[in-house]
């Protein structure tokens, strides 16, 4: 005959519940799965509601940036440093802020604001709208580049009234996403 020892009948204890728990598991799994159809869409509405701005709606801020495309209004700060870019899309002193290459820079992820996270998702002929001064300009996408981090050749600069935006690029620290949109019209 077999001899049980309190090790062996610990084991086989332990052995028996993992078989229960696994046949409990796949009996509770089904009935926890079932979405309620009811609270899902309100939950969605309510997001949306929450991150969607009316398009009617004028921002608060005297200077900003908007990206209907990707939802975007964000508030403009002068300087591009660490502190400027966590709560502001930043403006480079070297550029224009109003006539010529206007240059503006954000985070795309993993900062307390990351306002450019989306700018990849941008294609030519996309709209942007930026005020400054009390004025409201459109202008229209015509160029999304990656570049070399050491490449300023897009913030020079222009006859031409642009916006240039650049942010990084995921996992690339030697590479920036670089946006270009040129003027199309005031707005009032």
Not at 25 to 51: D, L
Not at 53 to 77: H, V
Not at 110 to 124: A, C, H, R
Request: hydrophobic share 35%; with cysteine.
């Amino acid at each position: 005959m077999f001899s049980y020892t309190r090790k062996s009948i610990n084991k086989i204890a332990l052995f028996v519940a993992i078989i229960i728990f696994i046949i409990l598991e796949s009996f509770i799994k089904p009935i926890q799965a079932k979405p309620v159809e009811e609270e899902t869409p309100q939950v969605t509405e309510i997001m949306e509601v929450a991150t969607s701005p009316e398009p009617s709606e004028e921002p608060e801020y005297d200077w900003y940036i908007e990206i209907p495309k990707i939802n975007l209004i964000a508030p403009i700060s002068e300087g591009t440093d660490m502190e400027t870019l966590n709560q502001f899309v930043g403006h480079f002193e070297e550029t224009k802020k109003e006539n010529g290459n206007v240059g503006l820079a954000a985070h795309n992820r993993g900062y307390p604001q990351n306002y450019f996270q989306d700018l990849k998702s941008l294609e030519i002929n996309d709209e942007v709208f930026y005020k400054y001064n009390g004025i409201k300009k459109k202008y229209k996408i015509e160029r999304n580049v990656i570049i070399k981090d050491t490449n300023w050749h897009y913030l020079e600069n222009t006859k031409e009234d642009k916006i240039t935006m650049i942010t990084c690029v995921e996992n690339k620290p030697e590479l920036r996403r670089c946006l270009q949109a040129t003027y199309v019209e005031g707005v009032s």
